[in-house]
Nanobody
Framework: QVQLVESGGGLVQPGGSLRLSCAASGSIFSINVMRWYRQAPGKERELVASITSGGSTNYGDSVKGRFTISRANAKNTVDLQMNSLKPEDTAVYYC???????????WGQGTQVTVSS
């Protein structure tokens, strides 16, 4: 079993920055993909960014150039640096781990990010 715990959400003004962190624990296969998703009220969950265990990254169009995903394999952590935040970035952000061996997905409990003046 794998557990994911997110931290770092909060309230920030437009144009500000926040850094989200996610720590994974448990039986983690070394080859995996870690992702950040978000879900705003009344909207579907959308992919924000992903990073493979090899370091390849991918970003949603709405966050390209503003958000940066990174990971520390030795610590099983993934971070999301969010800059130039906009009100439309307001959502609950979820950490996800995809075990490549089993194709099983694991989810964190989510952390609220609110961008408002």
């Amino acid at each position: 079993q794998v557990q994911l715990v997110e931290s770092g959400g909060g309230l920030v003004q437009p144009g500000g920055s926040l850094r989200l962190s996610c720590a994974a624990s448990g039986s983690i296969f070394s080859i995996n993909v870690m992702r950040w998703y978000r879900q705003a009220p009344g909207k579907e969950r959308e992919l924000v960014a992903s990073i493979t265990s090899g370091g390849s990254t991918n970003y949603g169009d709405s966050v390209k150039g503003r958000f940066t995903i990174s990971r520390a394999n030795a610590k099983n952590t993934v971070d999301l640096q969010m800059n130039s935040l906009k009100p439309e970035d307001t959502a609950v952000y979820y950490c996800n781990l995809r075990d490549v061996l089993t194709s099983r997905d694991y989810w964190g409990q989510g952390t609220q990010v609110t961008v408002s003046s």
